[in-house]
């Protein structure tokens, strides 16, 4: 008998390697993977190349009538990395960078920002077999999700991940301390925004993985998967 297809929500702290996670998984079950945080970043990076903001202030009337013209989308590439692209321009690189990382938590936190990417995401997942990552799947996106997961490491251990990936990348215009202050700093805006704040589903499981290997990770993201589909037959 094939297995009922679910969907897994996937939230969380930044850099807690929810992506990588949660595309492993889609990849290893066969599901679709949306990263949702693409998604306001490339609204972010609309923002910017538009000149809608104004230091950190952002220009909400001229975003609320560009809104309609924003479209984003996701392809694969000939290895099978997800790309996201704005109005059809591959902008998967640029949205990683720190000047996008540093002000996609103020657009975050507009209602009506919010309110069209979820209807988007809702949509997205509205044949299952989905796994979605973010801050508010389980919350506000999904709430009935079947499988949800709240991602949370040590902010150290997250602001040298992030440190190493950019380095990784060639960027080295960055130190280690500005990392952690963009980690700790983002983590302060998304959870006390008035706006679908970043906050555990009660019925979420939380995975620590300061410590754990890729392995172990993938092994205990695995098992959970295995034990709520068989749960649910
Ligand atoms: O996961 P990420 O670092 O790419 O997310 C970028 C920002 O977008 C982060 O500040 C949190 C926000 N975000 C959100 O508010 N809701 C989501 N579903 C996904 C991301």
Redesign the pocket.
């Known amino acids: 008998m094939k297995s009922k297809r679910i969907i897994i929500a996937i939230?969380g702290y930044?850099?807690t390697g929810?992506?990588t996670m949660a595309k492993w998984l889609a990849r290893t079950i066969g599901y679709a993977y949306i990263?949702?945080?693409?998604?306001?970043?490339a609204v972010t990076l609309y923002c910017i190349e538009n000149g809608l903001f104004n230091g950190d202030e952002v220009n909400l009337t001229a975003l609320e009538q560009a809104l309609p013209r924003i479209a984003i989308t996701f392809e694969a590439d000939d290895e099978g990395r997800t790309l996201t692209l704005l109005n059809g321009r591959n902008v998967e690189g640029e949205?990683?960078s720190m000047r996008v990382?540093d002000k996609?938590?103020v657009?975050?936190?507009i209602g009506f920002v919010?309110r069209d990417?979820v209807r988007q995401?809702q949509a997205m997942g509205r044949e299952k077999g989905i796994v979605m990552?973010?801050?508010?799947?389980g919350t506000v996106?999904f709430p009935e999700a079947e499988l949800k997961i709240f991602v949370t490491a040590d902010a150290q251990v997250r602001a040298q991940r992030r440190y190493d990936e950019l380095r990784g990348k060639g960027d080295d215009s960055i130190t280690l301390e500005e990392v952690y202050r963009n980690v700790t700093e983002?983590d302060r805006?998304?959870t006390t925004?008035a706006e679908?704040p970043?906050r555990q589903a009660a019925d979420a499981i939380v995975l620590d993985n300061s410590r754990l290997t890729i392995e172990e990770q993938n092994r205990w993201l695995l098992d959970h998967f295995n034990q709520c589909v068989i749960a649910g037959e």
């Not at 990263?35 to 970043?41: C, E, F, N, V």
């Not at 990552?133 to 799947?137: E, K, T, Y």
Request: hydrophobic share 35%.
């Open positions: 939230d930044s850099s929810k992506s990263d949702t945080g693409a998604m306001y970043r949205i990683r990382s996609v938590s657009i975050a936190a919010r990417m995401q990552d973010g801050r508010d799947i996106v983002r805006i998304d925004r679908s970043l």
